[in-house]
């Protein structure tokens, strides 16, 4: 049934097929018994609602202005391909956007390569960190790239590490040297990341207890 499929209530699908008729979608049919979408009937190429497109457009200004190169090129390139497809009374929310961040605060942003690790982490390879610690230390670590995690004043690389046989946060620009192994990891990508946010949880929770 549509409704299950979507999790929503049956009351809900015949409100929403109400409106496409409404909005002369060719949708035959009644409630109760089943509905038809008309042949040769195509959606627009976006079809986005003002709050959604403020959404893409937030998102695209933090990336823009926190990301590496690739990354910050990419953000907006998406906002120009979103702006030539939506109609014109949408484009002011990207020529004049209602939303906006903040300046990265990170000194030493954009001076890591990202784009490697971005690619190890897509790869599902191990890579060799020679990592310098608060104390200018540079150890060697082979690590389980699991997914770079973004905000206002870094970026962190967060593995497995094989040397200290646990989850790590890695500073990108404390990473002196990266390099691509040929070796897969020793786990599933989506098991580590799981695996990852229940270990955090849990710390969370502990913290939360000690100090409450």
Do not use: N
Not at 171 to 193: F, M, N, Q, Y
């Amino acid at each position: 049934m549509l409704s299950e499929e979507l999790e929503v209530s049956i009351r809900t699908i015949y409100r929403d097929v109400a409106h496409l008729i409404g909005q002369r979608v060719p949708i035959s049919g009644e409630a109760g018994v089943g509905y038809i979408l008309g042949p040769g009937y195509d959606m627009p190429p976006l079809a986005l609602l003002p709050a959604e497109l403020e959404a893409i457009i937030l998102g695209a200004q933090w990336v823009a202005a926190h990301g590496e190169k690739e990354l910050s090129r990419a953000a907006l390139d998406v906002l120009t391909k979103v702006k030539a497809v939506i109609p014109p009374a949408l484009q002011p929310f990207i020529s004049i956007p209602s939303t906006a961040t903040k300046l990265p605060l990170d000194a030493l942003q954009g001076k890591d390569d990202r784009a490697s690790l971005r690619a190890a982490i897509r790869a599902g390879m191990k890579l060799r960190l020679h990592y310098r610690d608060q104390q200018g230390e540079v150890t060697e670590r082979i690590v389980w790239p699991v997914v770079l995690g973004y905000s206002d004043i870094t970026c962190m690389l967060i593995a497995w590490c094989e040397l200290r046989q646990g989850f790590r946060h890695f500073r990108t620009d404390r990473i002196h040297a990266v390099e691509l192994l040929d070796e897969k990891i020793g786990e599933p990508r989506s098991r580590l990341l799981q695996r990852w946010k229940v270990q955090r949880i849990t710390a969370l929770a502990k913290i939360t207890t000690e100090t409450g």
